[in-house]
Each structure stands twice: as structure tokens, then as C-alpha cells.
């Protein structure tokens, strides 16, 4: 289960997005530095207990919801630079290296076990606490088998496509969505097999709800 320490992160998630975040292709905004606060998220633990696994949802000032998976590691991974959020100094961990969870192998496999059911949400900011408010449907074949965090591309609408091979069920594609609209279901598409859908603040102090994943068969699948 989740454990949360009670400690410092130097620089804090919020800093290394702020200078992420304005590097990414689906960002929305141009020419100037976001101002994010933290509006919601929850955690997946890892089977292996080595990698942290985070799904953040913060506000820019201009109201935008952006969905950042995260992966937590304890050295760097090999061959995923280019998926490199930051690294920061944790209170009681040491250094950690975060990664973009769209390219993050585990982070990959256990959303796609949320959605089928396999795998349980965890609160954001309390151990050992499944977070009931985190839904999810599943309506695919049931012997699916990730290996591997797959091939990532730009999807439609802000959104990102994870291909993934799944053994006898093919291949399947995990979509991520990006930038969240409230209500708004899977970046368009209308195949999904399952999805994940969960509640953020917006600025206002009002509740929001959204699809953060959904799963569909490949093309080629």
C-alpha cells in the first residue's frame, strides 16, 4: 500500500512542472509561465515497491486542468532522458529522479490495471488509503498481459497514446489524457474498452470530472 512521508521536496513537484509544463505540445499556454496549484490526483501502488507512482491534476491561472502521471524513481532510468520531469532532493529518500508516467513502464502497466480492475486507486496524500471518489470501467477481453511501457505518440485533443502489446488480448493503446474538461470523455474517441475517471478542484473552489485514461484496441491490434 501507498506509504506518504511527511517531509520536504526540494525543488517541490509544483517547481518542476512549472518548468516542464511549457514544453509540452499540448500545453495551452503561450508565452508565459504557468502558475499552477495542486487540484486533485491519486496514487497506484507499485507490486515491486521500488517506483512511486502519482496521477496530478493542477490549474494554471488561466483555469486549465492538466493530468501529469508521474514516476518516482530512486536512480535514473536508462534510455528515458527525454521523459525526465526533474529530479529533487526527498526529506528521507534522497535523491529522486521523476519521470513523465506516459513513458514510465510501471506507471503504464498499473493504469491499465486500474482499468481493468486489477489494480486499486490509493489517496494522494494519506497512506494505506484506497481513494473511493477514482471510478473506472472495463469492458474488454479479460487475458490481456501488458509487458513493457510500449510506444508513446501525441494523440488527438491533448491527449497522449501509449501502444502497448497485450499478449493473447493484442495490441491495445492506453490514451492519457492531458488537458481535462470537465465532463469531457475519452479525447474523442468513442471505442474505448475502458476508462479511468476521477474529480478535481477547479479555481473557483467548484468540483470537477473528468476521463483521465481510457483503452481501446490498436489499429493494427
Known amino acids: 500500500m501507498s506509504l506518504i512521508h511527511r517531509t520536504t521536496l526540494t525543488p517541490t513537484k509544483l517547481e518542476l512542472l512549472t518548468d516542464w509544463l511549457p514544453r509540452q505540445p499540448w500545453y495551452a499556454g503561450s508565452g508565459r509561465r504557468p502558475e499552477l496549484a495542486k487540484a486533485g490526483g491519486f496514487r497506484l501502488d507499485d507490486?515491486?515497491?521500488?517506483?512511486?507512482?502519482?496521477?496530478?491534476?493542477?490549474?494554471?491561472?488561466?483555469?486549465?486542468?492538466?493530468?501529469?502521471?508521474m514516476a518516482y524513481r530512486g536512480a535514473p532510468r536508462a534510455g528515458a532522458e527525454d521523459a525526465?520531469?526533474?529530479?529533487?532532493?526527498?526529506?528521507?529518500?534522497?535523491?529522486?529522479?521523476?519521470y513523465d508516467g506516459a513513458h514510465d513502464p510501471?506507471?503504464?502497466?498499473?493504469?491499465?490495471?486500474?482499468?481493468?480492475?486489477?489494480?486499486?486507486?490509493?489517496?494522494q496524500s494519506v497512506s494505506d488509503t484506497p481513494d473511493p471518489t477514482v471510478a473506472r470501467h472495463y469492458a474488454g477481453p479479460a487475458d490481456a498481459a501488458v509487458s513493457g511501457a510500449g510506444s508513446v505518440t501525441d494523440g488527438p485533443e491533448a491527449t497522449t497514446d501509449v501502444t502497448v502489446?497485450?499478449?493473447?488480448?493484442?495490441?491495445?493503446?492506453?490514451?492519457?489524457?492531458?488537458?481535462?474538461?470537465?465532463?469531457?470523455?475519452?479525447?474523442?474517441?468513442?471505442?474505448?474498452?475502458?476508462?479511468?475517471?476521477?474529480?478535481?478542484?477547479?479555481?473557483?473552489?467548484t468540483g470537477a470530472r473528468a476521463v483521465l485514461a481510457s483503452l481501446r484496441k490498436a489499429a493494427d491490434g
Open 106 to 123: 510501471v506507471v503504464v502497466a498499473q493504469l491499465i490495471a486500474l482499468v481493468r480492475g486489477e489494480a486499486e486507486a490509493q489517496a
Open 84 to 98: 525526465l520531469i526533474g529530479t529533487t532532493e526527498h526529506g528521507v529518500l534522497g535523491r529522486r529522479w521523476i
Open 165 to 205: 502489446d497485450a499478449g493473447p488480448a493484442g495490441r491495445l493503446v492506453l490514451r492519457v489524457t492531458r488537458a481535462l474538461r470537465p465532463g469531457a470523455a475519452d479525447g474523442g474517441a468513442g471505442d474505448a474498452l475502458g476508462h479511468v475517471d476521477a474529480s478535481w478542484r477547479q479555481p473557483d473552489g
Open 47 to 69: 507490486p515491486l515497491g521500488e517506483v512511486g507512482v502519482e496521477f496530478m491534476v493542477v490549474t494554471d491561472q488561466d483555469g486549465t486542468a492538466y493530468h501529469v502521471p
